[in-house]
């Protein structure tokens, strides 16, 4: 195997291993989306005509919710860089014969399968609250690998900005910055029938809107998978460059060290 | 063969000149020591060995390979104990040895067994399963310096191994490095900005100031080079006229390097003993309040002064990090 899977799957297990340390992370992974879903779901549960084409709204809500928990998790995933560096844990990695590649891709990927795991949950619950996935068995593939590519964009993202600013403030402003304005930018918690034209046009480049798109797709039609393809291949594109960004704000910290 | 050779080293960060022509090398299982106050390169120095940092010129060999041009045959020869701890904190010291092996290729029981010994040789044998979050300041440099070491490099960088541990974790950490010297049969370049503990510690000592190598040699030659003594007059009070007791003292003949360090005086002379009385009066003449006096054969102290021209402890003091930050 190539040294840079090797060091990647080594520094995911760490990361995915101290996270499971944290009981309140934990439970605030498993609780928040489920929050999420039940009072949205129950907000507007009445308005019949946000749902699109879906039987209910928690149908239509609950794709959407998977994505924005994805995406949310994606922009807060430069924090733990920002640890990492305080801590001088990429020093000691850089000073031993470690893959610089490794030491960002993994939390790039420490992101999209934490997103998958929240994504298992929220369709559960959702089951449990009626929701029928009509993509059958693919609808459930398509949904996770929509959440995360989704979440991988944005911990691209996110780890460049934490390796240009390595200040947690800053990163914080930011992450609050990126998360609220895309969330509303896209059909998470309406159909895209009822936006305001011009938001309609911006949605149509919100990477958060692809993965909703697919996901929502493979969940409240199942078929039609064409459209969610290009989504998905959009999404892959994204992480592609959110992750070269990541690494290029790495070689700039390398230099300035 | 030298483990270490520096030829002209130079790095330059906005408006500070780090490094500005560092020259020395460390023959193969010494123990070296890079003395210097706060700011003067040492870190530096060190983040260029170990290929942290690139030079902006000059040449540096760890181990026989060029740090610019071979930095990975570098990083696998070679242990860092930064001065910030670099452990994860997360996870266990168990956990963060073995990441540390299996970066450098170790792997399966070799790993493990390897990872059991070095527990052990730092004492952390009964703490090794708990998150390194609960470790004391002492225990977590042991546990640096147990992964800087897991894959038996041949160099061992310390950078400012006893920063920050109180005097009885410094104590200790002083009789690990003298035992890792001898057991792990290294090469050890050590920073310190405690006088003492190069001493203590280094078999040759290069005291940096300003980016430059001052002087070099083994701890006694260097005090050797320094003839006669040294005398301290601590005044039992100044009224601010500090400045008028050094010149006091200055103007005697034979008295050398007066310096102020808090309310002692400092001289070098020839001789103590003749030195005191005539030191004593002249002081007293002036109406200077004399609380006690001692002589010392010289010190690295005195070494630093008489080769930079400035006082150890104020130049230290001048160059603090605001907070606790990175020393460049």
């Known amino acids: 195997m190539p040294q840079v899977l090797r060091h990647t799957g080594w520094m995911i297990v760490r990361q995915a291993r101290n996270l499971m340390r944290e009981p309140v992370w934990i439970a605030m992974m498993v609780i928040q989306p489920m929050i999420w879903l039940l009072l949205y779901g129950q907000l507007f549960s009445k308005v019949t005509s946000l749902r699109g084409g879906a039987s209910s709204y928690i149908e239509f809500l609950t794709p959407g919710i998977v994505c924005m928990n994805a995406f949310f998790g994606g922009t807060w995933s430069g924090m733990a860089m920002i640890s990492d560096l305080d801590r001088h844990v990429v020093d000691r990695f850089l000073a031993a014969p470690a893959s610089r590649l490794a030491i960002v891709l993994s939390q790039v990927a420490r992101a999209g399968i934490t997103a998958i795991l929240q994504a298992l949950i929220l369709l559960l619950v959702g089951l449990a609250l009626g929701v029928r996935v009509h993509g059958g068995v693919p609808g459930w593939l398509v949904v996770c690998v929509a959440s995360a590519l989704l979440a991988m964009v944005f911990s691209g993202f996110s780890n460049g900005v934490a390796l240009l600013l390595r200040r947690e403030a800053s990163m914080i402003a930011t992450a609050n910055f990126v998360g609220l304005p895309l969330m509303f930018l896209s059909s998470i918690l309406l159909a895209t029938a009822l936006m305001p034209g011009w938001i309609k046009q911006i949605s149509r480049f919100n990477p958060v809107n692809w993965g909703v798109n697919a996901a929502r797709n493979a969940v409240v039609v199942g078929g039609d998978w064409g459209p969610t393809g290009v989504f998905l291949l959009l999404l892959v594109a994204a992480t592609a460059a959110t992750s070269a960004f990541a690494t290029w704000t790495f070689r700039a910290y390398q230099r300035s060290i | ?328």
């Open chain 2, 1 to 328: 063969m030298d483990a270490i050779v520096a030829e002209s080293l130079t790095k330059r960060y906005k408006a500070v000149q780090a490094l500005d022509g560092v020259s020395f090398s460390v023959r193969d299982g010494e123990v070296f020591a890079l003395l210097g106050p706060n700011g003067a390169g040492k870190s530096t120095t060190v983040r260029v060995l170990t290929t942290l940092t690139r030079p902006d010129s000059g040449r540096a060999l760890v181990a026989g390979e060029d740090v610019v041009r071979h930095p990975n045959r570098v990083r696998q020869t070679i242990g860092y104990v930064a001065q910030d701890s670099g452990v994860d904190w997360e996870a266990t010291g168990r956990e963060n040895i073995l990441l540390q092996g299996r970066i450098h290729g170790m792997a399966g029981r070799p790993l493990h067994a390897r990872v059991d010994e070095l527990l052990e040789l730092v004492g952390l044998d009964n703490a090794a399963d708990r998150v390194a979050r609960g470790y004391s300041g002492g225990m977590k440099r042991r546990l640096d310096i147990a992964i800087g070491l897991v894959h038996k490099p041949r160099v061992l960088f310390l950078d400012e191994p006893t920063t920050g541990l109180d005097p009885e974790a410094r104590a200790a950490m002083w009789v690990e490095v003298e035992r890792l010297a001898h057991q792990e049969n290294l090469t050890i370049l050590l920073t310190t900005h405690y006088l003492e503990e190069a001493d203590r510690l280094a078999e040759r000592v290069a005291i940096v100031s300003r980016g430059k190598i001052v002087v070099e040699g083994t701890p006694e030659d260097l005090k050797a080079g320094l003839r006669g003594e040294s005398v301290s007059v601590e005044l039992r009070e100044s009224d601010g006229r500090l400045g008028e007791a050094v010149q006091v003292v200055q103007a005697l003949d034979g008295a050398d390097e007066v310096h102020v360090d808090g309310r002692v005086v400092r001289a070098r002379v020839p001789n103590g003993a003749q030195a005191i009385p005539i030191i004593l009066s002249a002081l007293d003449g002036r109406g200077f309040p004399v609380a006690s006096v001692t002589t010392a054969r010289p010190s690295l102290d005195d070494v630093y002064l008489h080769y930079t021209g400035r006082d150890f402890a104020a130049e230290d003091e001048e160059h603090k990090p605001a907070e606790k930050g990175r020393e460049r």
